[in-house]
């Protein structure tokens, strides 16, 4: 059986702003009426950016995003000035897209903080109109659970990303920063994929594809305004043509108990982390696919295993369930087995290596414990001790394994047994 998903940013934005350092105080104060905002955040822009960082990833892989002077206006009374921010490379923005240089002055005239304002993910119609006030609250203070928030320096370095319900927000390029392009590269034919990555406390929650960027020898470090040129990123995206990416979670999986509980898995409907993180790293990529089936892996002391094959364009992530033992097994022991396989499934799309499975299972002990033990609790009525009991199930050689007492080791591995024989849960019909 197929299961079709689409994955659409919804109403929410992304937006990145960029601060710097303030002014000496020492410098000549202007009533603010008198002071032209243009020459001075020109001043302010000059003398912070050779102090920051001048190699941030972005601007080694998508070159070099600069001001657009022509194009600033003044609000707020002289106290806010908005400046286009151009870059020379060819870029395909999947929603909606604004960004912005932002200077702020204080009463006297001077700029107090500068940086650059990018907003995503609504329309476009929906950003320009509301250009000017989105702004203002994001100088203010002012976070909207509506919009998702990123502040970076004026070489694209972020500095904060936290949102108004607590999750951290980092772009990063397809595969990790392991395999990242400089920027002679970007300008040879290479198309880069970026995704908004959403983490809290340190733990990735979901991913949303951002934009695609690609270079060519012709793009060139010229600051041309010429709209009719091809390389030039003004800053203004309305999206893809197609605006959607339709992919695919693959269910070949025949034990009808089986297959009831992979499709629980990857049902969007349901709300826990790992479901929206398998729905969102596999569902905005046309070039990742998972394939879930279910065979006799004459080793009953594998409950499921996870393959990956390539071809020029994609990467297929292709996970066995053992049905010579998983047919007797209880649903909530096979549900923690399909999550189990869809998060090294997951650890493979993000570029971690898989020169070793137990490189996953300490990732899985050290961050996805609770995530997994929570996700078969959305699905059962199963004790908070039981979930978690399950949710170690495989990850016995991992450090943090090592870290539990003999009690709590005995006590885990005999709730495996148990679920995984049937003696305890919701038995296949």
């Known amino acids: 059986m197929y299961r079709f998903f689409k994955f659409i940013l919804g109403p929410g934005l992304v937006a990145i702003s960029l601060w710097s350092c303030s002014l ?38 998508e070159q070099e995003i600069f001001p657009f002077w022509a194009g600033a206006k003044i609000h707020a009374g002289g106290r806010m000035l908005i400046v286009p921010a151009h870059r020379k490379v060819q870029v395909r923005y999947e929603a909606g897209y604004l960004r912005r240089f932002v200077f702020e002055l204080d009463e006297r005239g001077q700029v107090i903080r500068g940086g650059m304002l990018e907003l995503a993910g609504k329309e476009l119609e ?28 004026f070489v694209a370095r972020p500095l904060d990303g936290t949102q108004a319900d607590g999750r951290v927000v980092t772009l990063q ?21 970026w995704y908004w990555v ?37 800053g203004v995206g309305a999206g893809g043509d197609e605006g959607q990416i339709i992919y695919k979670i693959e269910n ?27 729905n969102s790293a596999f569902g905005e990529s046309e070039k990742f696919d998972i394939i879930l089936e279910d065979n006799n892996l004459n080793d009953n002391s594998l409950d499921g295993v996870t393959g990956i094959s390539f071809t020029e364009t994609v990467m297929t992530f292709t996970i066995t369930l053992n049905s010579e033992v998983l047919t007797s097994s209880s649903q909530e022991y096979i549900l923690a087995v399909v999550f189990h396989e869809l998060l090294h499934a997951y650890m493979g799309h993000l570029g971690i290596d898989k020169s070793s499975i137990s490189i996953d299972h300490e990732n ?34 991992s450090s943090k394994w090592g870290q539990l007492s003999q009690d709590q080791k005995n006590q885990i591995l005999q709730t495996n047994h148990e679920y995984r024989s049937g003696v305890k849960g919701v038995k296949c019909k």
């Open 24 to 61: 000496d105080d020492a410098a000549p104060v202007l009533p603010i009426n008198l002071a032209d905002p243009i020459p001075l955040a020109k001043e302010f822009y000059t003398q912070e950016k050779p102090k920051q960082v001048s190699s941030s990833f972005r601007i080694q892989t």
């Open 126 to 153: 929906f950003l320009l109109h509301n250009e000017v006030l989105l702004v203002e609250g994001f100088l203010s203070g002012v976070k909207s659970k509506d919009l998702t928030y990123l502040w970076s320096d």
């Open 173 to 193: 390029r397809e595969g990790g920063a392991k395999s990242r392009l400089d920027a002679q590269a970007l300008r040879t034919e290479f198309c880069i994929d």
């Open 364 to 397: 899985m002990a050290n961050n996805y414990l609770n995530m997994l033990s929570k996700a078969l609790m959305e699905h059962y009525s199963i004790s908070g001790t039981n979930a978690n009991y399950l949710a170690w199930g495989g990850l016995h050689e």
């Open 198 to 234: 959403y983490s809290r406390d340190g733990v990735v929650v979901f991913e949303v594809y951002s934009h695609t960027t690609c270079g060519s020898a012709s793009c060139d470090s010229a600051r041309s305004a010429n709209a009719q040129d091809a390389c030039l990123d003004d």
């Open 252 to 278: 070949n999986v025949k034990s009808p108990c089986i297959s009831g509980q992979v499709n629980k898995a990857v049902d969007s409907q349901f709300k826990n982390q790992i479901t929206s993180l398998i």
